[in-house]
T-cell receptor, first 112, second 115 residues
Framework: TQLLEQSPQFLSIQEGENLTVYCNSS?????LQWYRQEPGEGPVLLVT?????EVKKLKRLTFQFGDARKDSSLHITAAQPGDTGLYLC????????????FGTGTRLKVLA | DTGVSQNPRHKITKRGQNVTFRCDPI?????LYWYRQTLGQGPEFLTY????????KSRLLSDRFSAERPKGSFSTLEIQRTEQGDSAMYLC?????????????FGSGTRLTVV
């Protein structure tokens, strides 16, 4: 059983469109991170959210942590081909752990 | 600092052979993690070190898998008697002992193919 479910699993959009990726769980997380991974490489950290309801922005990317700290979303405005990749959410359970459990991933392709 | 380094990048081995992968973390990071990733899936946690101590090991890790981190520096992951189901990308990550915000720094991984 996967603790973190991401949706959609695949997304193909045109350059300039907006999109939202969701990360859902029935478990509460002490912190949640988003990563982007390109083929043949390891994931690269985009953001960490810790507080329920927290919103963080990274240029055209907006991340939100759910009030109950069970879910998160990633919104991309005006997507560009350079945003193409596998987006992964990862959650840590418990205040004393630094072990992250990864979600199922959302594969995004932005067409020029 | 050159980041997290993993060697080899690719390994093809015959079923039943033993393989060993190496991970060199960022020098000031005292936490080191191993994950396994199959195509199209998110990474699955395998094991975790704080300095030289192995603090947690996933139930996914059978007795054929062993990891070490002597002296709290580099780490090795050995798979004995490889099986075709072991084919995957093996990722190593490290993190500092300074809280959640720093996240993991991943290496580029070792892709294992068992034929």
């Amino acid at each position: 059983t996967q603790l973190l479910e991401q949706s959609p699993q695949f997304l193909s959009i045109q350059e300039g469109e907006n999109l939202t990726v969701y990360c859902n769980s029935s478990s509460v997380f002490s912190s949640l991170q988003w990563y982007r991974q390109e083929p043949g490489e390891g994931p690269v950290l985009l953001v960490t959210v810790v507080t329920g309801g927290e919103v963080k922005k990274l240029k055209r990317l907006t991340f939100q942590f759910g009030d109950a700290r069970k879910d998160s979303s990633l919104h991309i405005t005006a997507a560009q081909p350079g945003d193409t990749g596998l987006y992964l959410c990862a959650g840590a359970r418990g205040s004393g752990t630094y072990k992250y459990i990864f979600g199922t991933g959302t594969r995004l392709k932005v067409l020029a | 600092d050159t980041g997290v380094s993993q060697n080899p990048r690719h390994k093809i081995t015959k079923r039943g052979q033993n393989v060993t992968f190496r991970c060199d973390p960022i020098s000031e990071h005292n936490r080191l993690y191993w994950y396994r990733q199959t195509l199209g899936q998110g990474p699955e946690f395998l094991t975790y070190f704080q300095n030289e101590a192995q603090l947690e090991k996933s139930r996914l890790l059978s007795d054929r898998f062993s990891a070490e981190r002597p002296k709290g520096s580099f780490s090795t992951l050995e798979i004995q008697r490889t099986e075709q189901g072991d084919s995957a990308m093996y990722l190593c990550a490290s993190s500092p002992n300074r809280g959640f915000s720093y996240g993991y720094t991943f290496g580029s991984g070792t892709r294992l193919t068992v034929v």
